[in-house]
């Protein structure tokens, strides 16, 4: 039997497509994260737009540049005191006024000494963290989920593949994507824990409380120690300018500190917010749409669906060689044991035919002589009639089996050519197994059809052919002996004839392949191909030596079909 598509075939199939697709998933890979690099940038920067619309903490920025405007303020206020501490002619009002300014300078040493708003850095540091966060998530995704791509080839909805890549990794990976964008508000918006906001809200108070202190002074109690109008008039409006910087403190300070220890925010605004973000299909129009991805898609499944069509032409033709050659090896089986029937068939005919009832009368012997002859006679017409039918009917058989054995080959190939996608598949994910076991099931049914269509050709053999060959030796052998004895040429004549037609029958056998099993007296008995009378010890003869042969025996394809039956010593 021809084998189809050969190991080494299957192997080098295997090894083209498993680099036709690690080639295929790395560019696969590479162009959709491209992709999804510049989608994935628009989802994020919709999501760091979320989190700044939610963004309490930010407000808390403000303290920095607050805090920087007053240590200005202070600044240019000691300076303009201590360039005008001199014009001062009441010592009183130099010694509050130089208090002031050494208050002031206190308080500018308490100033966080930052060069840079932590609280902004802090800020950014968070939302660029997240927004990494959520990239490393999204690129985890596709790649996990680059390798579960279809690898089916034929009719593929492109659209159906990117949709659901974009599925598996925007819903599927949507709670971790979820849980980032809420803690990171949480952790914007939890403002009672920001030790950086409450430094420099210490940093207000501490400076109102300073001013506080200089704005019990009391200039109308001072007037009577102050002489000069002027001093007088400057002295007011320092007092001035610590009250209303005191003032602003205060109100400032009021209006951080509820900014700082109390929030309004809630997982409420989360949820409302991340819906916003979560609706990625104007996502999945875009990619769809990109005519790079998809071309690239289709050159790949063009690509494998050439080698899937070499496969299925080659399977398809094999497959056709090889149910042609075992029909025809099934069919070259039983021609030959369909040959030899007809050919008995035809002999045992002719043998009738010549033993026609006017030579019965032309003999003109004795009762017993003609009984005997009649008794062939009658025999070989009874063969003959039998094996006509039964070669008929065998024939018959052979064709329906013929019949039969066709369809299930080709039932088998159909069916092999119909799934062979599926096989294909699987070799693309790496497997040979399915398609090999799927050749080792059609090599057991060629196997198993040739070995029906033997048994049922050794059973006609052994059942109805050669069985009726073996009845006819026996009387053949009971038969011609007593013949022989006679005189007469008219019966010699005859056992003549029936010899010739005997032996013309065995040479037919022989000559059709089938071999004889022919004992020999003296033989050792053999079990294989000789059933065994046995009788009592014979002079001559050893325990298990044939003593006469009664038939013989048939063996077809070297297996035994019909036993000899010899007579052996005990």
Known sequence: MNEFVKEQELDNILLKLLVSRKNFEEKLLELIMKLLEN???????????????????????????????????????????????????????????????????NILNEYPKECQNKIELERIEMVSEAIQHMKDVIKESIQRHINHIPSGFLNIEISKLIEELLRQVFEKEGSS?????????KTLNVLDRRIEGRKYINFITSARKNLDTFK?????????????????????????????????????????????????FSTITIQQS????KDHNHMIERVMK????????????????????????????????????????????????????????????????????????RIGDSEETTNLIRILADTIKLKYE?????????????????????????????????????????????SKEQFINIKEAFSRLVYLLKEQNLKADGAYLKTDLLFEMVTLEEIVKFCLPKLKVHEKESVKELVQLIEDCY????????????????????????????????????????????????????????????????????
């Open 39 to 105: 989608e994935s940038s628009m989802f994020l920067f919709g999501f760091k737009r979320e989190i700044e619309q939610h963004n309490q903490f930010k407000e808390l920025e403000a303290l920095y540049y607050f805090s920087e405007d007053i240590k200005e303020v202070y600044s240019k206020c000691i300076d303009i005191f201590n360039k005008n501490a001199g014009r001062f002619k009441s010592d009183e009002i130099k010694e509050i006024l130089n208090g002031i300014i050494w208050s002031l300078e």
């Open 386 to 430: 039998t094996l006509k039918e039964k070669d008929l009917a065998y024939i018959i058989n052979k064709k329906e089996d013929f019949i039969d054995y066709e369809k299930q080959l080709m039932d088998f190939s159909v069916d092999f050519n119909n799934n062979l996608g599926y096989y294909f598949e699987k070799m693309l994910a790496g």
């Open 274 to 277: 991340y819906d916003k973000l």
């Open 503 to 570: 032996l013309q029958i065995e040479n037919k056998i022989k000559h059709s392949g089938i071999e004889m099993i022919e004992p020999n007296i003296h033989d050792k008995f053999n079990g294989k191909e000789q059933e065994i009378i046995l009788v009592e010890s014979v002079e001559g003869f050893k325990k298990g030596e044939i003593v006469a042969v009664h038939t013989k025996g048939y063996k077809y394809k070297n297996i035994p079909v019909v036993r000899a039956n010899v007579i052996a010593a005990k």
């Open 177 to 185: 994507i979820k849980d980032i964008y809420g803690y990171t508000m």
């Open 216 to 264: 019990s002074i009391h200039v109308d109690t001072m007037m009577s120690n102050i002489h000069e109008s002027d001093d007088i008039e400057a002295f007011k409006n320092i007092i001035a300018i610590i009250h209303e910087l005191s003032n602003k403190l205060s109100n400032k300070e009021k209006e951080l500190y509820i900014l700082v220890n109390e929030s309004v």
């Open 290 to 361: 990109n005519e790079d991805l998809i071309e690239f898609i289709i050159s790949f499944q063009d690509n494998k669906l050439r080698i899937f069509e070499k496969l299925a032409i080659e399977v398809s033709d094999e497959l056709k060689k090889t149910v042609a050659f075992t029909l025809d090896e099934i069919n070259d089986q039983s021609i030959e044991v369909q040959y030899l029937s007809c050919q008995v068939v035809q002999a045992l005919k002719q043998a009738h035919e010549q033993l026609s009832e006017d030579k019965f009368k």
